[in-house]
């Protein structure tokens, strides 16, 4: 990412969790609004499922914001049990990104990342934000994208780059 500020980092959380709804949205019309089995599809069986994805998009963001307040990460539950939920944990999460009130400068500053079982990581902000936060997110993000595939719901690149599709030019 390049010229990494804060609010170029809000800009692309909020962008792709807006893909992220659109996505959901998809699946729901496609698997009928009384139909929420998508949330417990999977690729793989040690693979979390769709409604966890949602989850671990939406924590990025959501620990972004935490840090920014400088305050601990603390996970979304990832037992996603409902499409409100998962609508619930997107918006609750755009919210967030709202509040941010902060200088660049936090970027500088060296955050501790716990890994559990006593591993941790020490990076600078912006390498927290470019060399975890995102990399999870785009992970998760494109693992629900790709849940959704294998499900059978009609979605293609477009619609996984549909940030992108304001800018398209005829001609």
């Known amino acids: 990412m390049q010229n990494t500020n804060i609010d170029s980092i809000r800009t692309l959380f909020q962008s792709r969790l807006d893909t992220l709804e659109h996505l959901l949205k998809?699946?729901?019309?496609?698997?009928?609004?009384?139909?929420?089995?998508?949330?417990?599809?999977?690729?793989?069986?040690?693979?979390?499922?769709?409604?966890t994805q949602v989850?671990?998009?939406?924590?990025?963001?959501?620990?972004?914001?935490?840090?920014?307040d400088n305050k601990s990460a603390n996970n979304l539950?990832?037992?996603?049990?409902s499409v409100a939920q998962a609508y619930e944990y997107i918006a609750n999460t755009n919210k967030q990104l709202l509040t941010i009130n902060i200088e660049d400068e936090k970027l500088a500053e060296i955050t501790r990342i716990d890994l559990g079982e006593n591993l941790y990581l020490e990076l600078s902000g912006s390498a927290y934000v470019n060399e975890f936060l995102i990399p999870n997110f785009y992970f998760h993000l494109v693992t629900a994208y790709d849940?959704?595939?294998?499900?059978?719901?009609?979605?293609?690149?477009?619609?996984?780059?549909?940030?992108?599709?304001?800018?398209v030019r005829n001609g």
């Open 26 to 51: 998809l699946a729901q019309t496609h698997f009928g609004d009384d139909d929420e089995s998508f949330l417990e599809k999977r690729i793989a069986i040690d693979m979390f499922p769709f409604g």
């Open 147 to 167: 849940i959704l595939r294998m499900a059978g719901v009609p979605v293609g690149k477009r619609d996984y780059m549909m940030h992108l599709v304001p800018l």
């Open 77 to 81: 539950n990832p037992e996603v049990t």
């Open 55 to 68: 989850a671990f998009t939406c924590n990025q963001p959501h620990n972004f914001t935490l840090w920014c």
